[in-house]
Nanobody
Framework: VQLQAFGGGFVQAGDSLRLSCTASGRTLYNWIIGWFRQAPGKEREFVAHITWNLGTPRYADSVKGRFTISRDSAANTVYLQMNNMKSEDTAIYYC????????????WGQGTQVTVSS
């Protein structure tokens, strides 16, 4: 599966931003789409994921209550709505995909920069 991430930008603390991840190349039935981020000098970390079949989300504690992940099956797209953003959300955000049976993500998008100014 090929993934393309869009929507990064520069925002102020407290603002909102929505990232999009469009998948192509195969059906996403029984797959999981995730968002990860990597801040300068830090390791990549999990942000959220959603199961394609049921749309069940999971979030990192650091974004719970502020970020919402959703999917549009018709558009083969996953969204990450980020509200009440903080400076610590500044990072390059990547979307990734894996089979629900796999233990690791196999396909990665190109990343999109998100910068939050305090």
């Amino acid at each position: 599966v090929q993934l393309q991430a869009f929507g990064g930008g520069f925002v102020q603390a407290g603002d909102s931003l929505r990232l999009s991840c469009t998948a192509s190349g195969r059906t996403l039935y029984n797959w999981i789409i995730g968002w990860f981020r990597q801040a300068p000098g830090k390791e990549r970390e999990f942000v959220a994921h959603i199961t394609w079949n049921l749309g069940t989300p999971r979030y990192a504690d650091s974004v719970k209550g502020r970020f919402t992940i959703s999917r549009d099956s018709a558009a083969n797209t996953v969204y990450l709505q980020m509200n009440n953003m903080k400076s610590e959300d500044t990072a390059i955000y990547y979307c990734a995909a894996r089979s629900s049976a796999a233990s690791s993500y196999k396909s990665w998008g190109q990343g999109t920069q998100v910068t939050v100014s305090s």
